[in-house]
């Protein structure tokens, strides 16, 4: 299948910095890529969709100035979480579609202090 | 709004036994449905995917069930191994667009050696 990777595995920041994530699709390229959110022992929730030389489409109640999303090219997206605060402490996934599946990045575990 | 439920949210059975995890969706006009594992504090390994016009697919001890007018997918592992031990997640794709997947909460199972 499809690989897709992420940078980086985990991170730890103090509250009020700006954390980068990046997603990538290694073997394919991926116009729409994905950004989901797991808390604790809860499903994977959509964030937004990421669009190659577009602006992000972001679900109700995610707030774009907070989660900046750039898809600057057709195998990398880039989520940026500013000024971090403890509540935003979370396992973010990314995931890329190819030929209608979709494949998911190992995930990036963001804590908060 | 799509919803997707998992029943059960958990399941603990000897090696060796069949057992079939079960998954329901309220908006039956869906795009695909896919199976995911996941493995603890890592990302999404893509199991099955089935297409709307199809009504089953099968990977080695796998088999997924679609039943789309009635909002139903089960997932059955034959033969079960310890090695089967995560949690199951199926999700729903609604449109056929850009659209992100819905997630239900999952089934964490567990087989006893």
């Known amino acids: 299948g499809a690989v897709v990777s992420q940078h980086p595995s985990w991170v730890i920041c103090k509250s009020g910095t700006s954390v980068k994530i990046e997603c990538r699709s290694l073997d394919f390229q991926a116009t729409t890529m994905f950004w989901y959110r797991q808390f604790p022992k809860q499903s994977l929730m959509l964030m937004a969709t990421?669009?190659?030389?577009?602006?992000?489409?972001?679900e109700q109640g995610v707030e774009k100035d907070k989660f900046l999303i750039n898809h600057a090219s057709l195998t990398l997206s880039t989520l940026t979480v500013t000024s971090a605060h403890p509540e935003d402490s979370s396992f973010y996934i990314c995931?890329?579609?190819?030929?209608?599946?979709?494949?998911f990045g190992p995930g990036t575990r963001l804590t908060v202090l | 709004k799509q919803e997707v439920t998992q029943i059960p949210a958990a399941l603990s059975v000897p090696e060796g036994e069949n057992l079939v995890l079960n998954c329901s969706f309220t908006d039956s006009a869906i795009y695909n449905l896919q199976w995911f594992r996941q493995d603890p504090g890592k990302g999404l390994t893509s199991l099955l995917l089935i297409q709307s016009s199809q009504r089953e697919q099968t990977s080695g001890r796998l088999n997924a069930s679609l039943d789309k007018s009635s909002g139903r997918s089960t997932l059955y592992i034959a033969a079960s191994q310890p090695g089967d031990s995560a949690t199951y997640l199926c999700?729903?794709?609604?449109?056929?667009?850009?659209?992100?997947?819905?997630f239900g909460k999952g089934t964490h199972l567990i087989i006893q050696p």
């Open positions: 990421s669009n190659e030389g577009s602006k992000a489409t972001y």
């Open positions: 995931s890329a579609r190819a030929l209608g599946e979709q494949f």
């Open positions: 999700a729903v794709r609604t449109g056929g667009g850009a659209d992100g997947l819905t």
